[in-house]
């Protein structure tokens, strides 16, 4: 298994400005991954976050708007830009242990008034 | 991108009922995989079917593979109220994850 802290657990912002979320895992791994899930809904992959190298966007998300950073095998950032109320969110990391058994944060429930 | 349609995506049943998800698609999947997340927590993997035909049982709940591995289904027998919560199928891509819309299941005592 794996144990996932993520910081802050909630948050409530002003629109126009920055969220950084932290995920801190307990031993290395390789590939960690983060999502969103909007009110209401299933998870959308933002991105993988690869460490030593930029992060791997998937379609609709930006690096200017959710800048990653992967200082090393057990940490990862998210930063939500420049917030607007959609932005309000449960944003979750995630990693892969085993075969294909991937483990969740437990999430970060974003507000943006 | 394939698509998972989960159905239904929302469902409110009494203590002791019997109740069905579904999740389809038109491609042919190496495994699929069900996840369950409760209020205020992330997805935890419930179970990974692999061949086609293949049925899994996990205490009360039974999961099943289309024979030609393009939908799965996820049965429980007499819900209880801890059964709450967020019903996912998902399929791997490269070791990320691609889910369903999702049903939410409300079992009330």
């Known amino acids: 298994s794996a144990v996932i802290s993520q910081k802050p657990s909630r948050d409530i912002c002003q629109r126009g400005t920055s969220l950084t979320i932290q995920c801190q895992v307990d031993?290395?791994?390789?590939?960690m991954f983060w999502y969103r899930q909007q009110p209401g809904q299933s998870l959308t992959l933002i991105a993988t976050a690869n460490q030593g190298s930029e992060a791997t966007y998937e379609s609709g998300f930006v690096i200017d708007k959710f800048p990653i950073s992967r200082p090393n095998l057990t940490f990862s950032t998210l930063t939500v830009s420049n917030m607007s109320p959609e932005d309000s969110s449960i944003y979750l990391c995630s990693v892969v242990r085993g075969a294909d058994t991937q483990y969740f944060g437990p999430g970060t429930r974003l507000t943006v008034l | 991108t394939q698509l998972l349609e989960q159905s239904p995506q929302f469902l409110s049943i009494q203590e002791g009922e019997n109740l069905t998800v579904y999740c389809n698609s038109s491609s042919v999947f190496s495994s699929l995989q069900w996840y369950r997340q409760e209020p205020g927590e992330g997805p935890v993997l419930l179970v990974t079917v692999v061949t086609g035909g293949e049925v899994k049982k996990l205490k009360r709940l039974t999961f099943q593979f289309g024979d030609a591995r393009k939908d799965s289904s996820l049965h429980i027998t007499a819900a209880q109220p801890g059964d709450t919560g967020l019903y996912l199928c998902a399929y791997n891509q490269g070791g990320k994850l691609i889910f369903g819309q999702g049903t939410e299941l409300s079992v009330k005592p």
């Open positions: 031993s290395q791994v390789t590939m």
